[in-house]
């Protein structure tokens, strides 16, 4: 074979070989672009699903906070209510509701001024002896407890000795409603928090930690005036009937055994109402929020005292 033949021939096989390098080399680089895509696409979806996690979060956060600026709303706007009612009683819980923008309220308001503070037996009201306070609550819980009420707490005399024997100087109604273990709070501590009372059958309508004693009888429970005047209910509620008629009319004709118990009544009794309590569930775009508000009557009208989440 000639040189120039060899020559020709390494000249047409050289190009050939060539382009088949190129081919090949442009496969690697698609192949590199790929793989760089796809970490791309790897990264931009876990930054992406971050962000939404981000915004989720942002979002309850939001929620929340706007949820309790709903019960403190819900709030102020109690204690105007009862500024303009000049603390009237409530003889029974009164359903209420409220339009703020973007949520929707419903409100339970109680009155706390009718029900029997625990802690008065340990410190009862002036006149008050701790014996008979003690007396009180059991004749409280009796007459809760009997089949004709329909508060039948199933709770006996192991709250007595939870009040009476507790480390606790002020109880919560923790210690009774909920667990069985007594909460402690101190004196200044402002009203303790009222569980949800499921399963207390009740109770928790007739007993509170957050008012100082004195009992208002127009807002009082049968249970709780019988339980204050020594008197039974007799599951008509005759007596109740004529011992309220005595305690609003001194001159009021009733039996003598009902008049000798509105005068031991009369120690624990103080017209008016300084404490109300309050549940406020707020529904906020499907956020939800139930919270326990407590207010107190000042010199300068009434405030909110404190607010315990429930759930």
């Not at 590199?32 to 309850?60: E, T």
């Not at 000795?161 to 109604?173: M, P, Q, W």
């Not at 429970?221 to 008509?236: E, F, H, I, K």
Request: glycine share 12%.
């Amino acid at each position: 074979m000639s040189i120039r033949e060899s020559i020709g021939i390494g000249a047409t096989e050289g190009p050939r070989s060539f382009g088949r390098r190129r081919r090949g080399d442009r496969g690697v680089v698609l192949l590199l672009v790929l793989m760089v895509i796809a970490v791309l696409i790897v990264l931009v979806g876990q930054f992406a699903y971050s962000a939404l996690l981000d915004r989720k979060v942002a979002r309850n956060h939001l929620d929340n906070a706007q949820t309790y600026l709903d019960v403190n709303s819900a709030g102020q706007a109690l204690c105007e209510l009862l500024d303009k009612r000049g603390g009237s009683a409530l003889k029974a819980p009164e359903s209420l509701t409220l339009d703020l923008e973007g949520a929707e309220v419903s409100i339970v308001l109680s009155d706390e001024q009718g029900k029997f503070n625990v802690n008065s037996v340990r410190t009862p009201p002036q006149g008050v002896s701790a014996e008979e306070a003690e007396q009180v609550l059991e004749a409280l819980l009796k007459n809760a407890g009997k089949s004709g009420n329909s508060m039948n707490t199933g709770v006996d005399e192991s709250v007595i000795s939870l009040v009476k024997d507790g480390e606790s100087r002020i109880l919560t109604l923790g210690g009774i409603l909920g667990s069985g273990e007594a909460e402690g709070s101190a004196p200044d501590a402002g009203p303790a928090g009222v569980p949800d009372g499921e399963g207390a059958g009740g109770l928790e309508a007739l007993l509170t930690v957050a008012t100082d004693g004195k009992i208002n009888p127009e807002s009082a429970p049968d249970a709780v005036l019988l339980a204050v005047a020594g008197l039974d209910d007799d599951g008509r509620g005759d007596q109740a009937e004529l011992l309220r008629a005595k305690l609003a009319d001194g001159s009021a004709a009733v039996p003598q055994a009902v008049a000798d118990a509105a005068a031991r009544a009369a120690k624990w009794l103080a017209p008016g109402s300084r404490v109300f309590s309050a549940v406020v569930s707020t529904d906020r775009n499907g956020f939800r929020k139930r919270a326990q508000v407590f207010l107190g009557k000042g010199e300068a009208g009434f405030a909110v005292v404190t607010v315990n989440e429930l759930d």
